[in-house]
């Protein structure tokens, strides 16, 4: 059974940092890609960024780029977001995904989401 365990959400100040961490468990493919989103109330769920097992390449959302980054610790099998300069915008649950694919961005492209974790932003 796949599982995923999203944690290191919280309240901070805008201009804070906070680090997510995605914890995978019970597959075994060598090809699959890990992805953040975030969900607003009101909004959609939007991708912000995700990482590729095969060769570790990282993509980013435009509205976070230069102030989150993605990273894996694949003895772990831990995927992490490191969020910076966090604005109020940012609020939001937060999702950590898996794809059985090498990259994935849509939300309809990934088949394991984990539970969310909650990141408010004060201003």
């Known amino acids: 059974e796949v599982q995923l365990q999203a944690s290191g959400g919280g309240l901070v100040q805008a201009g804070g940092s906070l680090r997510l961490s995605c914890a995978a468990s019970?597959?075994?493919?060598?090809?699959?890609?890990i992805g953040w989103f975030r969900q607003a109330p009101g909004k959609e769920r939007e991708g912000i960024s995700c990482?590729?097992?095969?060769?570790?390449?990282?993509y980013y959302a435009d509205s976070v780029k230069g102030r989150f980054t993605i990273s894996s610790d694949n003895a772990k099998n831990t995927v992490y977001l490191q969020m910076n300069s966090l604005k109020s915008e940012d609020t939001a649950v937060y999702y950590c995904?898996?794809?059985?694919?090498?990259?994935?961005?849509?939300?309809?492209?990934?088949?394991?989401w984990g539970q969310g974790t909650q990141v408010t932003v004060s201003s």
């Open positions: 019970g597959f075994s493919s060598d090809d699959y890609a």
């Open positions: 990482i590729s097992n095969s060769d570790g390449s990282t």
């Open positions: 995904a898996v794809a059985k694919r090498t990259t994935a961005w849509r939300v309809n492209e990934y088949d394991y």
